[in-house]
């Protein structure tokens, strides 16, 4: 008696598959026993990949890196296989020796020498249950062609429209990608990124991590043209320029009330799930402002300021207040008032 049975792995883990095999006339004597059962074990294991971080321009089994610089390979079976072999296979190189173009050390971390070239890392998952999976990984080592500077910070506006500069008083994170002659994004760089700027008082840098993010808050309104540069040795590899246009998110920009006069102020950026962001002001006394809607009314002419606050940025214009006057305008003033019997003129 033979039977088959096709099993499609879904998960990673173990399972076991239990066969009942029983007899429809137990008088025929076919079986020895009225019920025969059977139990295979499975185990269900994930396949062998090196983990990157997503980008469009990379592969997990394409490795791109600048002469002297280092990476670690980090895969799905690290802590979880028995061990992990790294291997280097071949190199492809000018007038160099193999072991000049790149080297491994078993816990992963790839090092590259100071010419260009090319190899191969061979990565072996030695699974508890017996079972090596292997895949090969192309190193190729090459300089930088051209940076680019993107900002990775979010806004959003009414209508999905196109904003065409930065909120007053917001702060920017940029992340700097580096890519070689062929549109490649590098995986590990050895060029230090200097960032220098035309103005000083529209903006403010501060380095971040990894020598590959920065930040930039934008306390004043106006254009700075920002230079990004990729230095190999003290000198510029690369650069990249880009204006940052910065205006007021908050409409009007320069109000003036007078006390007992309301204003509906408005912004253009929303919060990133098309929520309205909320309003506030400094001093609750001096102005009154509704959170949701910006209505806004002067009760004092104390100096204040109005915040206008959503998920990714916070900004605020002062106001200023003046006292309640009245204008009398002589030429709009009627000769006199009817009361229907009698007319009565105006002294």
Known sequence: MSFTMLAE?????????????????????????????????????????????????????????????????LS????????????????????DQPDDCIQVSDKGLVTTGLNQCESSIQVTSMERFGINQTLTIHVMV????????????????????????FPLSSTLSFTVDQFDDTG????????????????HDLLEIEPGPGNRQFTARVPLEGTTILSVSSYVNSKPNAVFYFPIQVSHAIQPTQPTLMVGVRQCFTSDIINTDSSNGEW????????????KSGAAVAISTTATEIIYTADTFSSRVPISIIPFTAGFDETSVPSHVSTGEARYLLP
Do not use: C
């Open 280 to 291: 506030n002001s400094t001093n609750s006394r001096t102005l009154l402002v509704d959170k």
């Open 76 to 95: 799905n079976r690290d802590g979880v296989a028995q061990s992990i072999v790294y291997q280097v296979l071949t190199a492809v190189e000018n007038d």
């Open 9 to 73: 792995g879904i998960s990673s883990g173990h399972s076991t598959i239990s066969v009942k095999v029983t007899s429809n006339d137990p008088s025929y004597k076919q079986m020895s026993e009225e019920m025969i059962t059977a139990e295979i074990s499975l185990t269900v294991f994930a396949p062998l990949f090196v983990m990157k971080p997503n980008n469009r321009w990379s592969s997990e089994h394409n490795l791109l890196m600048t002469p002297s610089s280092d990476h670690q390979i």
């Open 142 to 165: 090459r300089p930088v062609a051209y940076i680019i500077a993107r900002s990775t910070t979010k806004f959003r506006s009414h209508d999905n429209d196109i904003i065409t500069s």
């Open 184 to 199: 490649e994004l590098f995986d590990a760089s050895s060029h230090d990124v200097v960032i220098t700027q035309n103005r």
